[in-house]
């Protein structure tokens, strides 16, 4: 599980900024909101609510730098690392970017501190903290020497064993090249370490791709774990139910069509093709889609609907409705950009209280523009609540509502009047809504 995450130096974002899971001493909607893991209290849910172009979308994007890194790594030496840095300031160009984040892997807190730019990983940190440990110790620490493109590692021990034995150590510094992390370097190793492909194992499992209000064909995804069975049908169709938006059940039918030789010729002449992935094509030359139909409540019957006429608050339900029972039935962390998108405020309240009452171990971070929740104090705590606002040089701070002492915020205050009233930040500073319809184009006085 995620303890809290630094990032800098990526998008908007400038300075450090952290968001943090560790719920504070406040009680308050203990059972639903809080998760016990050895001596630590993490929250489920973080929800990041700013002005638009406030940075809150980059926030989400950072979480995906951290599977990219250790997951995905460069190919080869001139291979690069694709993200962008802090644009508005000229002095940031040449300095490297940074994550910081503490996790939890099986019965240990891991502490581990990544610097990288677009050409090189040149620096790594990884401490850890056993459950019952009085202190942490280091793993290793990695250096990258960027005149020379070569890096160096210290290996730590603990109780008197090295982390790494000197031959397999040798080994893995055989792939660790300038722009891989020491992860990157063991998937691409033929070395077997324990705890690399334990904290590699959880990474991979619990880190979900995010979500994003563009096209993703997420419906796809929703019906390719049904027909697999990976979540049952039945329960995709009662969340429907309950979502009152006229759907008893709905049909999957898989559909294979013959793809145009053409189109194939065209496809195996594509370097951008893995040659897995010609030699599948090859194979069997044929698109599977899996046909959805919703079948409606009718007079007498049900009526079966084709999904692409159905609504779109009903798709982006049945597209959420696949990660909502992932989250509730496995445990993994997800990232949502705008969870209210096409949503009615009631079911878009629904989807969270549901994620809430039945999930375990899963983390969930989403953007919102939704400010209203904050008039029910019983729907949510202070900690789990974060504010994006950007400065006149246009970079992004983060902020938590548990950070307001009582001068600004009293136990008893309203945070929605107190956010809408400007009290709490975040909020668009728009300009005068007169427009002088009778100026031409050409005046300029």
């Not at 893991?37 to 989400?60: D, F, P």
């Not at 008039?375 to 789990?384: I, P, S, V």
Request: hydrophobic share 35%; glycine share 4%; net charge negative.
């Amino acid at each position: 599980m995620i303890i809290d995450f630094t990032i800098s130096n990526f998008r908007s974002i400038r300075e450090a900024q952290t968001i943090s899971f560790e719920a504070t001493s406040d009680l308050h909607l203990e059972d639903s909101y809080v998760i016990n893991k050895g001596e630590y209290r993490l929250l489920k849910i973080a929800m990041v609510l700013g002005a638009n172009a406030s940075g809150k979308s980059n926030v989400l994007r950072a979480f995906e730098m951290l599977p990219i890194l250790l997951l995905q790594p460069c190919e080869n030496k001139t291979s690069q690392i694709k993200y962008d840095k802090f644009a508005l300031n000229p002095l940031y160009r040449n300095k490297d970017s940074e994550i910081k984040v503490n996790f939890i892997c099986g019965q240990t807190r891991y502490s581990y501190e990544v610097g990288f730019n677009n050409l090189s990983v040149t620096r790594e940190l990884l401490k850890a903290k056993p459950f019952g440990a009085l202190r942490d110790h280091k793993i290793y620490e990695r250096f990258t020497d960027e005149s020379k493109l070569v890096s160096s590692i210290k290996w730590g021990e603990y109780e008197g064993k090295k982390y790494v034995p000197s031959g397999l150590a040798r080994d893995l510094k055989t792939t660790l090249l300038h722009n891989r992390t020491l992860f990157g370097a063991y998937l691409n190793s033929n070395v077997n370490i324990s705890w690399i492909q334990e904290i590699i194992d959880w990474l991979g499992s619990y880190m979900m791709p995010i979500v994003k209000t563009t096209n993703q064909h997420l419906d796809s995804f929703t019906s390719e774990q049904i027909y697999e069975q990976i979540i049952k049908k039945e329960q995709v169709a009662e969340l429907l139910r309950r979502a009152d938006v006229g759907i008893r059940d709905f049909e999957l039918e898989k559909k294979s069509e013959a793809i145009p030789p053409k189109i194939i010729d065209f496809m195996l002449k594509d370097d951008r093709l893995s040659d897995e992935e010609k030699k599948r094509l090859t194979d069997h030359p044929f698109t599977d889609d899996i046909v959805v139909k919703m079948i409606h409540d009718g007079a007498q019957e049900g009526i079966p609907m084709d999904f692409q006429q159905e609504s779109n608050g009903t798709k982006r339900y049945y597209e959420l409705s696949s990660i909502l029972l992932k989250l509730v039935q496995e445990s993994h962390f997800v990232a949502i950009d705008e969870l209210e998108c096409r949503l009615h405020p009631d079911l878009y309240e629904f989807f969270i209280l549901t994620y809430l009452k039945n999930s375990h171990e899963s983390q969930m971070i989403f953007t919102t523009h939704m400010r209203e929740f904050l008039a029910d104090k019983d729907l949510f705590r202070d900690d789990c609540v974060w504010f994006t606002e950007k400065n006149r040089e246009g970079a992004t701070s983060l902020y938590s509502l548990a950070d307001f002492d009582s001068s600004v915020l009293r136990q008893v205050s309203s945070r929605y009047n107190a956010y809408k009233s400007g009290r709490l930040g975040a909020v668009p500073y728009v300009g005068d809504t007169y427009i002088d319809t009778n100026k031409n184009d050409g005046d300029h006085e």
